[in-house]
């Protein structure tokens, strides 16, 4: 049995219209996707700024916004020269240091592993052997006499990420200067008043949940970097290999892997207990020790006393998010995941909460509804 559907032409139309609508928006976000990273990352800092820049202005004479922002971006720009001009020279010291012993470690390898010799000398494995650490000690003396080549070659991409840097902060500094003014101007375009203050206060639990999880993470991550950095620094008073001024590469590292959820500071301690190891083997193994103690402080009394219940998502919602994140944006996607996640979670709440069908009331059996007429009228 055929069954003839028929479909008129505007209806075709408009399907195939809606169709390549969203296909043309989305073809526009992918296009976008650096501005849009920009633009998000640059709205990420403002709402993680915006809490110290009220303070500075409440201090100020006339609660100047201007004269906040202006305090809060001298500070920030002033953290951020500290840690380039503390960070950066021992960092490339590392890196050269890796690419002059990284040679020597393929030559201590290939005449330590005494015990493998008889299995290889057994099935006629050497000259395999000696092919494969020939073409590892040459990459590696290779890679060791352009590392300077390539650190010129990179020279351009740090040229933009300076750019995009500059420009993030451009962008925070307006949106925290005119941030209030567009969120008036937003509010009087609210015919319904009570729409607008029913949106008023679904807004305040989203800035809530992004501003307590953002100035949540940031604490604790300082906190981590800083009792990474100072045990560093106190084993460079023990143990001659470690210079004092790997503290602060230290601080750096663990801040910033440290904000990645789930698995970032557990990033941090393998590189760091890695790049102590270049320098001294039992120092990178004491770091590990101290690293593993001090993720069972952080996650049972300091992170839950500092974040509570910021963001009410399960571990599986904020795996499945940091994820996502991780994959679309990288590094800055797996930071921003959670907040962007408890906020849709937010609007998801909401949007059931005031679509979900009314209760009807209870309906009376008619037996005792006539039993309580009866009663009345004996009464």
């Known amino acids: 049995m055929k069954v003839r ?5 505007k209806t ?23 501005a849009l990273m920009v633009l998000g990352t640059a709205l990420f800092l403002a709402l993680a ?6 303070k500075l202005a409440s201090w100020l004479p006339g609660k100047s916004r201007l004269g906040g922002t202006a305090l809060a971006f001298m500070l920030l720009i002033i953290i951020l020269t500290s840690v380039i001009w503390f960070v950066v020279p021992p960092l490339v010291q590392q890196s050269a240091k890796f690419a002059e012993t990284l040679p020597g470690l393929v030559n201590g390898v290939n005449e330590q592993w005494h015990g493998l010799k008889g299995f290889v000398e057994q099935n006629g494995l050497q000259p395999q ?8 000690r040459g990459q590696a003396s290779s890679w060791a006499a352009s590392f300077g080549a390539n650190i010129l070659g990179s020279i351009g991409s740090l040229a933009s990420f300076l750019a995009s840097a500059f420009l993030v902060l ?13 969120m008036e101007r937003l509010w009087r375009l609210y015919r319904d008043e009570q729409r ?13 949940v992004v501003t307590g999880y953002i100035v949540g993470q940031l604490t604790v991550s300082g906190i981590g970097s ?21 503290a602060m590469p230290t601080i750096l590292l663990v801040f910033l892997l440290s904000l990645i959820p789930m698995f970032g500071a557990t990033i941090a301690g393998v590189v760091v207990g890695l790049m102590l190891m270049l320098n001294s083997v039992s120092a990178g193994v004491i770091y590990l020790i101290y690293f593993v103690i001090y993720q069972q402080i952080e996650n049972n009394f300091i992170a839950p006393v500092i974040q509570g219940k910021k963001v ?22 797996g930071v921003v995941a959670i907040p962007i996640a408890g906020s849709l979670k937010v609007l998801m709440d909401d949007y059931l909460a005031h679509n979900r069908e009314p209760q009807a009331p209870p309906r009376r059996s008619p037996l005792k509804k006539a039993l309580k007429k009866a009663a009345k009228e004996a009464g």
Request: net charge negative; charged share 15%; glycine share 10%.
């Open 5 to 9: 559907i028929e479909i008129d032409t």
């Open 12 to 34: 075709f139309v408009r399907f195939w219209l809606v169709v390549i609508g969203f296909g043309l928006a989305g073809l526009m976000i992918y296009s976008a996707r650096d």
């Open 49 to 54: 700024l915006n809490a110290p820049v009220r």
């Open 129 to 136: 052997i000696d092919s494969l650490m020939n073409n590892i």
């Open 170 to 182: 451009v962008l925070t500094f307006l949106m925290l200067l005119e941030g209030q003014e567009w």
């Open 196 to 208: 607008r203050d029913h949106h008023k206060v679904l807004v305040g639990k989203i800035y809530n």
């Open 226 to 246: 800083l009792c990474a950095g100072a045990f560093v620094f106190g084993m460079s008073w023990f143990i001659p290999e470690i210079a004092a001024n790997l």
């Open 312 to 333: 009410e998502l399960s571990a599986l919602a904020i795996l499945a998010a940091v994820t996502v994140g991780l994959y679309v944006g990288g590094l800055v996607g």
